[in-house]
């Protein structure tokens, strides 16, 4: 069973156990109510490894990007030594590496930006839904199980934060490598 249909079990059995009199107060099967807060606890799992997939797809976007960046350096500098058989062309190869340089550096940061997008999104929306069940079908019996939802909630904003951070630094350049050097005229 998923989280959303334990909890809908959850919520079924409180709202269909027998009242007390005059208090407001409800009967229910204790055993019956941890045996579906512990299948909830083996649920969560799910939703982290979920969350550990999104920070693995980055990374590996960002490594993507960043290969396709040195590939067109590389490429880059290939042309410049090419053309580097008069002053004219020589002057050109250095406008087109400067070109290629400045594109490659604004696709990566242009990657980087959807990435950190993307993760954001998905923290943002994994975040949601942990405040909506948590909001939704716990109350005071259940503290225990609305610190995890807290602690996973801290966890996704930390994380949030630390993608807008990084996407702070991509926007002002303060983590672009340069590779090489321009070529300069003899």
């Known amino acids: 069973m998923t989280v959303l249909e334990l909890l809908e ?16 107060k409800i009967m229910i099967d204790s055993n019956e ?5 512990r299948e909830i606890r083996l649920s969560l799992p799910d939703d ?13 976007i960002l490594t993507e990007a960043k290969a396709e960046y ?3 350096i590389v490429e880059a500098n290939k042309q410049a030594e090419y053309l580097v ?4 062309i020589t002057l050109r190869a250095q ?3 400067e070109e290629i340089r400045i594109e490659a550096e604004d696709y990566c940061k242009l990657l980087k930006m959807r990435t950190y997008d993307y993760v954001d999104k998905l923290l943002y929306d994994m975040q949601a839904k942990m405040d909506d069940l948590n909001m ?3 109350g005071e019996m259940f503290s225990n199980l609305e610190k995890t939802f807290e602690g996973i909630g801290g966890v ?17 350049d303060e983590d672009l490598m340069v590779v090489g050097s321009p070529v300069t005229e003899e």
């Open 9 to 24: 079990e959850i919520e079924d059995i409180v709202d269909t156990a027998p009242g007390l009199p005059l208090t407001g």
């Open 33 to 37: 109510l941890l045996e579906i807060v």
């Open 48 to 60: 982290v490894q979920q969350a550990k997939w999104v920070k693995e797809e980055k990374e590996r």
């Open 70 to 72: 040195e590939k067109i």
């Open 85 to 88: 058989n008069t002053h004219d």
């Open 95 to 97: 406008k087109l590496a």
């Open 136 to 138: 939704k079908y716990f």
């Open 156 to 172: 996704l904003q930390n994380n949030r934060d630390e993608i807008k951070e990084m996407a702070y630094r991509t926007q002002n």
